[in-house]
């Protein structure tokens, strides 16, 4: 018979732990990690990302000591779907951007509002693209440059899809220029490894964009301007497999709207998911 620990409490950078959510699969990584923050051991918790609504997973979330607030990067239900059961199990209020995921009367988290919980001091950054309320937490104390948690908006392995089209190009690009402002903090990701450097990471990440737009590009001028989604993907991303199709569709779509756009789309923001 296989021992099974159960979560696992996983050191990330000086003041984060994570435990890793029992959600694997294509669009998920290894699956959600679910933060544990605080400023000293003795210091109460502050969870971000609580993760899909699994009881074991919740109920190691809710053991780690006084939970003072739970936090949420974005809608996708990897990350929300058990914040209401976690605020149950703490009767921490739970905050995020969108009004649907805050609970126990937690406010709507707002750009560069600056937080005072578990010993911290938590930064909010809208960074919209990956989806519309994406957001991403800047803890400035956490070791030599500081730490981000950035959510599905910058992965730990990969690129990250853009859900189009509530997640637009234009504002991607533009979170992409917030991040590398903040320079060599560590990258704390929803999915995959912790990355050394946010600012090296976001200058991966838009290459990485103007790459494909290039490819999008060549696509349009072979198959004419008014080419789909489904006929641009199927140049673009041939060597895609059937589980994530539908993200390389959307990434397209995304793609698409910025070109015929002139460029500007959602350019105006604040100043998931692997391979797109």
């Known amino acids: ?6 979560p696992v409490l996983q050191r990330s950078s000086a003041l984060t732990h994570f435990f890793l959510a029992p959600n694997p699969g294509p669009m998920s990584l290894d699956g959600t990690h679910s933060y544990v923050l605080r400023g000293s051991p003795d210091a109460s918790a502050v969870v971000v990302d609580p993760g899909p609504e699994d009881e074991a997973h919740l109920a190691a979330l809710a053991g780690v000591g006084r939970v003072e607030l739970i936090l949420v990067t974005h809608r996708h239900a990897d990350h929300t779907a058990g914040s209401a059961r976690l605020h149950q199990l703490t009767g921490a209020p739970g905050r995020a951007a969108d009004p649907a995921h805050c609970h126990g009367g937690g406010a709507p988290l707002a750009h560069g509002e600056a937080i005072r919980a578990a010993g911290l001091d938590i ?55 917030l991040l590398e402002a903040l320079g060599p903090a560590a990258v704390l990701p929803a999915h995959g490894p912790v990355l050394p450097s946010l600012e090296s990471a976001a200058r991966d990440y838009r290459a990485h964009r103007q790459e494909r737009l290039a490819q999008i590009r060549g696509a349009l001028d072979r198959l004419g301007r008014d080419a789909s989604v489904g006929d641009v993907a199927d140049a673009v991303y041939a060597d895609v497999g059937p589980s994530v199709r539908r993200a390389a569709e959307l990434s397209v779509a995304a793609q698409l709207s910025y070109l015929r756009g002139g460029g500007s789309e959602g350019q105006a923001a604040p100043s998931g998911t692997v391979g797109y």
Not at 1 to 6: A, I, K, R, S, V
């Open 123 to 177: 930064t909010v950054l809208a960074t919209p693209g990956h989806t519309s309320d994406s957001v991403c937490f800047h803890l400035p104390a956490d070791g030599q440059y500081g730490s981000v948690l950035t959510g599905d908006t910058i992965l730990g392995r990969g690129t990250t899809v853009l859900d189009y089209p509530d997640g637009t190009l234009g504002h991607y690009l533009a979170s992409l220029d």
């Open 1 to 6: 018979m296989t021992f099974n620990p159960g």
